[in-house]
């Protein structure tokens, strides 16, 4: 069956400028996830969607990230004035409920 | 703090030489412990859950075990296609779903 789908799956864009990260995650998954994998080191945690409760976005670094999730499917994660520091591989994942995340094979951002 | 340490950062094997990839980690009340791999320009596949001390799982030429403070990665008689990144990470109680992840340990099988 399809798995999570993300686009675009590379994006080049100048330091200032917004971008938008979609995700399109597995029919019947009821959980989301956003993280980021910077070259050289481990996953990072940005934000969480269960159904229709209120989101965890206790990983997202700065108030220049957010996300959304629209009818509790496709998901957008939108990061605001862009800088050269959110270069990075930008993961979404996920489940059923509790059960183990699944990952789609992310968005290579690179901030010029 | 909540953490997740990966050891070795990388290892080389020959085929068919047998080793272990740990991971240790320190939370607050483990919910369950995940082995990923993941091939370089793709997403973490899932591999296994372990969810408390003594359990064991396997798949082909890997198995994950679990202790208290502790989980290896054992593969056995690798092959050259067992060359990946193997990524480890926990669920913790207050934590929700949210993952943890280790640096990965970075594994090249050379025929």
């Known amino acids: 069956g399809a798995g999570v789908s993300q686009s675009p799956s590379n994006k080049v864009t100048e330091k200032g400028k917004d971008v938008e990260l979609r995700c399109d995650p597995i029919s019947g998954h009821t959980a989301l996830y956003w993280y980021r994998q910077s070259l050289g080191q481990g996953l990072e945690f940005l934000i969480y969607?269960?159904?229709?409760?209120?989101?965890?976005k206790s990983g997202l670094p700065s108030d220049r990230f957010s996300a959304e999730r629209t009818g509790g499917s496709v998901s957008t994660l939108t990061i605001q004035r862009t800088q050269q520091e959110d270069s990075a591989v930008y993961l979404c994942?996920?489940?059923?409920?509790?059960?183990?995340?699944?990952f789609g094979d992310g968005t290579r951002l690179s901030i010029l | 703090e909540d953490q997740v340490t990966q050891s070795p950062e990388a290892l080389r094997l020959q085929e068919g030489e047998s080793s272990s990839l740990n991971c240790s980690y320190t939370?607050?009340?483990?919910?369950?412990l995940f082995w990923y791999r993941q091939d370089p320009g793709k997403g973490p596949e899932f591999l296994f859950t372990?969810?408390?001390a003594g359990e064991e799982k396997e798949k082909e030429r890997l198995k994950a075990t679990l202790t208290k403070k502790e989980s290896f990665l054992h593969i056995t008689a690798p092959k050259p296609e067992d060359s990946a990144t193997y990524l480890c990470a926990v669920q913790f109680s207050g934590g929700y779903n949210k993952l943890i992840f280790g640096a990965g340990t970075r594994l090249a099988v050379h025929p």
């Open positions: 939370v607050s009340g483990l919910r369950g």
């Open positions: 372990l969810y408390s």
């Open positions: 969607f269960q159904g229709n409760s209120a989101p965890d």
């Open positions: 994942a996920s489940s059923f409920l509790n059960q183990p995340q699944h």
